[in-house]
Nanobody, 122 residues
Framework: QVQLVESGGGLVQAGGSLRLSCAAS?????MGWFRQPPGKEREFVAG????????YYADSVKGRFTISRDNAKNTVYLQMNSLKPEDTAVYYC??????????????????WGQGTQVTVSS
């Protein structure tokens, strides 16, 4: 069982930046970030394969967010720039235990973090 621990959330003004981190307790394959805005369903944000050579973004964050990983530290990052109030959500890190294919479906991921709150004020 791999544990994921997110950090880096907080309150930021519109136009600002935050970097989220997700530390894994063991080896993982493809990883992703999801978010759940207040009163809405969880949605895909970004995904990355094990080598970091392939990434995939939701249209709503493309060009503003960047996902990356450091396998030596078992950590994946989400750099969020030009934040908007509609980016306000609880952000979750997720990991696949076997497959390295990128997926935007929550059901494809085996491990989840506890979530970190990101609030963007207007």
């Amino acid at each position: 069982q791999v544990q994921l621990v997110e950090s880096g959330g907080g309150l930021v003004q519109a136009g600002g930046s935050l970097r989220l981190s997700c530390a894994a307790s063991g080896r993982t394959y493809a990883m992703g970030w999801f978010r759940q805005p207040p009163g809405k369903e969880r949605e895909f944000v970004a995904g990355i394969n094990w080598s970091g050579g392939r990434t995939y973004y939701a249209d709503s964050v493309k060009g503003r967010f960047t996902i990356s990983r450091d396998n030596a530290k078992n950590t994946v990052y989400l750099q969020m720039n030009s934040l908007k109030p509609e980016d306000t959500a609880v952000y979750y890190c997720a990991a696949r235990s076997r497959w390295d294919d990128l997926s935007s479906s929550p059901g494809a991921y085996d491990y989840w973090g506890q979530g970190t709150q990101v609030t963007v004020s207007s």
